[in-house]
Nanobody, 121 residues
Framework: QVQRVESGGGLVQAGGSLRLSCAASGLTFSGYTMGWFRQALGKEREFVAGIDWRGSTYYTDSVKGRFTASRDNAKNTVYLQMDSLKPEDTAVYYC???????????????WGQGTQVTVSS
């Protein structure tokens, strides 16, 4: 059974940093592209960042230069370092796995339960 557990969310002031983690079990982690998505209250879930099996990363424009995705295949874990946080980054953040590079939610499976990130102004 595939399980994914996100952690690291919390409350932070604007300009602060958080590091999210997503631990996976039950799948060949190193073979998947891992994506980070977020869903703000009342909005659609949107792509934030992705990292393929080789470590190549890609981001939505609004987080470029502020967020950094990374992975440790030995630990079956993917990370999202979030710096210079803004109130508009407030959302529930999810990680998921895809067979290839994609920004499309429909291409991803094995969603975690999400972790809340709240950025105060």
């Amino acid at each position: 059974q595939v399980q994914r557990v996100e952690s690291g969310g919390g409350l932070v002031q604007a300009g602060g940093s958080l590091r999210l983690s997503c631990a996976a079990s039950g799948l060949t982690f190193s073979g998947y592209t891992m994506g980070w998505f977020r869903q703000a209250l009342g909005k659609e879930r949107e792509f934030v960042a992705g990292i393929d099996w080789r470590g190549s990363t890609y981001y939505t424009d609004s987080v470029k230069g502020r967020f950094t995705a990374s992975r440790d295949n030995a630990k079956n874990t993917v990370y999202l370092q979030m710096d210079s946080l803004k109130p508009e980054d407030t959302a529930v953040y999810y990680c998921a796995a895809a067979g290839g590079i994609s920004r499309r939610r429909s291409e991803y499976d094995y969603w975690g339960q999400g972790t809340q990130v709240t950025v105060s102004s």
